[in-house]
């Protein structure tokens, strides 16, 4: 098993596959998932002659399960420790939901020639959570509910929620792969409640409108219309018009999980903007 060690000494569990010469790609996974759930892309772009990269966020998967750490900035940190490690340059960085959080906050601080260019899929910025700031957010009480959830019976929990919301089973005439729901369990109980508990925090109430500012690589926003987890009208939009260099592809009646569901269609994309 491929791993770094932290500045903290927190071990980061990562994948690195293809040419060391040929151009990285890295992707960030949601909330409480791990770098499997990119399984489609890595063999997608793999296949293409990329070289793909994923790590499970501390707290996640097989990386170590963290009690502190669990915030954003953190996250970049680790992110950068990676990077740094692997030498990367000139990366792509694919972010999904909490993992776009994670990769706007890296790439508005990444060393110079680390990053060409940056896609948010399904992704929690510019900010979750309502506020007067932020009246179209959702309610600090939904992420209490999932708060609750997690303490409460974290397994059901990590049952019901790609049953429903997350991958649009819930929906009539949902083409529903008990596949997909029980990968999404297995991942989501591989990582520590504390970390994950933590975690629900720093996707929901971190504020990602300067990083968005500061950006200035390529970037393609890529939204569902019918994302249950991370309403559309509040990200996707928003974060493109904040972003300098920004392209928003939005996806009618696709859900959150689309980069699983709809693999067949968001991969191309993909790699048409990565070429592009």
Known sequence: MATIKTADGTEIFYKD??????????????WPLTADDW??????????????????RRGHGRSTQTDTGNEMDTYAADVAALTDHLDLKGAIHVGHSTGGGEVAHYVARAKPGRVAKMVLIGAVPPVMVKS??????????????????????????????PTGPFYGFNRPGAKISQGIIDNWYRQGMMGGIKAHYDCIKAFSETDFT??????????????GDDDQVVPYADSGPLSAKLLKNATLKTYKGFPHGMATTHADVINPDLLAFIKG
């Open 17 to 30: 596959w293809g040419p060391k010469t040929a151009t990285p790609i890295v992707f960030h996974h949601g």
């Open 39 to 56: 399984d489609s892309q890595m063999m997608y772009f793999l296949m293409q002659g990329y070289r793909v990269i994923a790590h499970d």
């Open 132 to 161: 007067e700031k932020n009246p179209g957010g959702l309610p600090i009480e939904v992420f209490d509910g999932i708060r609750a959830g997690v303490l409460a019976n974290r397994a059901q929990l990590y049952i019901d929620f």
């Open 210 to 223: 300067e990083d968005l500012k500061k950006i200035t690589v390529p970037s393609l926003v890529m939204h």
